[in-house]
């Protein structure tokens, strides 16, 4: 099987998002009226998120659920010399952090800057929601926003000659991780994408009857 596909941006696959509703963890489905210029990440954007179930709805994106990240940029209190951190994502900011000046090697707290954080992490680039489309492969997770973005990597890791024409820096296969383009992992992906969209088909029948 050839891959040929076009090189889309993971953006691309943003309109629908499958998420756990953050009030009762069912399916619920963020839907966005994306912009004519999308990448490197839309702005403008018109996002809501519904479910069905529950009746929760979210439409303002300022209300942020995801991963953040904190960040120090200012002078040491001890030498002035030039101070810079970064902390890891996490759902639950603090306010400082102790760090040790490389210079004069003071160490003292410093209160941290707080931003979405949106890379790598099984949540919606919108509200910040759990992924529903995620499974694990060994120390790895995998995540999807729809159904149309499996199919499209599917393709792609079931593919023995895969083209890489028209890649860019911005699409979503320049920016798989290696694990993923391995072709030694290709029968587990091939069998875990074909599981998770089982799951997800009978799940949603399931909860229309």
């Given at each position: 099987?050839?891959?040929?596909?076009?090189?889309?941006?993971?953006?691309?696959?943003?309109?629908?998002?499958?998420?756990?509703?953050?009030?009762?963890?069912?399916?619920?489905?963020v839907k966005t009226e994306l912009p004519k210029y999308i990448?490197?990440?839309?702005?403008?954007?018109?996002?809501?998120?519904?479910?069905?179930?529950?009746?929760?709805?979210?439409?303002?994106?300022?209300?942020?659920?995801?991963?953040?990240?904190?960040?120090?940029?200012?002078?040491?209190?001890?030498?002035?010399?030039?101070?810079?951190?970064?902390?890891?994502?996490?759902?639950?900011?603090?306010?400082?952090?102790?760090?040790?000046?490389?210079?004069?090697?003071?160490?003292?707290?410093?209160?941290?800057?707080?931003?979405?954080?949106?890379?790598?992490?099984?949540?919606?680039?919108?509200?910040?929601f759990d992924l529903w489309l995620q499974t694990n492969i060994?120390?790895n997770v995998l995540w999807l926003f729809n159904i149309n973005?499996?199919?499209?990597?599917?393709?792609?890791?079931?593919?023995?000659?895969?083209?890489?024409?028209?890649?860019?820096?911005?699409?979503?296969?320049?920016?798989?991780?290696?694990?993923?383009?391995?072709?030694?992992?290709?029968?587990?992906?091939?069998?875990?994408?074909?599981?998770?969209?089982?799951?997800?088909?009978?799940?949603?029948?399931?909860?229309?009857?």
């Amino acid at each position: 099987m050839r891959f040929n596909k076009p090189a889309y941006p993971t953006v691309y696959f943003s309109e629908e998002i499958w998420v756990k509703c953050p009030k009762c963890s069912k399916p619920a489905l963020v839907k966005t009226e994306l912009p004519k210029y999308i990448i490197p990440f839309p702005r403008g954007h018109k996002s809501v998120c519904n479910c069905n179930h529950c009746g929760f709805q979210e439409t303002d994106d300022n209300n942020w659920s995801g991963y953040l990240q904190g960040f120090v940029n200012q002078a040491c209190g001890n030498c002035g010399s030039g101070i810079s951190h970064t902390t890891k994502a996490t759902k639950e900011p603090y306010e400082k952090s102790e760090i040790t000046c490389s210079v004069c090697n003071d160490t003292r707290d410093y209160e941290l800057q707080w931003y979405r954080y949106q890379n790598e992490k099984p949540t919606d680039p919108y509200f910040g929601f759990d992924l529903w489309l995620q499974t694990n492969i060994k120390d790895n997770v995998l995540w999807l926003f729809n159904i149309n973005h499996l199919d499209y990597l599917n393709e792609y890791v079931g593919a023995k000659l895969r083209e890489d024409d028209g890649r860019h820096k911005y699409s979503m296969i320049t920016n798989l991780p290696q694990w993923v383009k391995s072709r030694k992992n290709r029968d587990v992906l091939v069998k875990k994408l074909k599981k998770l969209k089982c799951e997800f088909q009978n799940k949603t029948v399931d909860d229309k009857v």
